[in-house]
């Protein structure tokens, strides 16, 4: 079971980035993304389920916007208006659909100046 993601970068104050992870070895109910700060607790950022249902961690409601293509098998995360306090490294999140266990992609790092 693999989940593979890219996209993470620098971006200035107000720029946007696309996060995409792609998923193999099973399928799963739940994706999505948390971060994690230098010195912070993993955090949520967005979640997808099977049947579309989303949650955003409140500080990211409004402009983050994640969304999930199921024949691809891949959960993307579009990011506008990022802010510094959004720099971290970003985690592909799934929970497989038989065996429960959540799997982890290994993190992309967003760095956002000021």
């Known amino acids: 079971v693999q989940l593979q993601a890219s996209g993470g970068g620098l971006v200035q104050a107000g720029g946007s980035l696309r996060l995409s992870c792609v998923a193999s070895g099973a399928s799963f109910s739940i994706m999505g993304w948390y971060r994690q700060a230098p010195g912070n607790q993993r955090e949520l950022v967005a979640t997808?389920?099977?049947?579309?249902?989303?949650n955003y961690g409140d500080s990211v409601k409004g402009r983050f916007a994640i969304s999930r293509d199921y024949a691809k098998k891949t959960v993307d995360l579009q990011m506008n208006s990022l802010k510094p306090e959004d720099t971290a490294a970003y985690y592909c999140y799934g929970r497989a659909v038989i065996s429960n266990r959540v799997h982890w992609g290994q993190g992309t790092q967003v760095t956002v100046s000021s």
């Open positions: 997808i389920t099977s049947s579309d249902s989303i």
